[in-house]
């Protein structure tokens, strides 16, 4: 079984930074992609970044051009970098593969407030 276990969230104002790692269980070649999704309140998880074996990314157009997926294969860790964070950016933040999906880590809180 494949774990996930995420880090790095916490509390930072609007238009700051901060960087989120996912360690997985094993290589991240094992996996065709890797994503991140967040989940606020209320709302379904909704992915935010993707990460292809040969390093193609893919972002939805709410966080184009602020956040960053990067991997580090000798760590099997993979990293979402975010800037100029939004107060709609507040969430649980989890990676995961998309196909076949594994199990849920527990996921790193973010929380942007003034």
């Known amino acids: 079984q494949v774990q996930f276990v995420e880090s790095g969230g916490g509390l930072v104002h609007p238009g700051g930074s901060m960087t989120l790692s996912c360690a997985a269980s094993?290589?991240?070649?094992?996996?065709?992609?890797i994503a991140w999704y967040r989940q606020a309140p209320g709302k379904q998880r909704e992915w935010v970044a993707t990460?292809?074996?040969?390093?193609?990314?893919n972002y939805p157009h709410s966080v184009k051009d602020r956040f960053a997926i990067s991997t580090d294969n000798a760590k099997n860790t993979v990293y979402l970098q975010m800037n100029n964070l939004k107060l709609e950016d507040t969430a649980v933040y989890y990676c995961?593969?998309?196909?076949?999906?594994?199990?849920w880590g527990q996921g790193t809180q973010v929380t942007v407030s003034s």
């Open positions: 094993r290589t991240l070649f094992s996996f065709s992609i």
């Open positions: 995961n593969s998309p196909a076949p999906v594994y199990q």
């Open positions: 990460i292809s074996r040969d390093q193609h990314t």
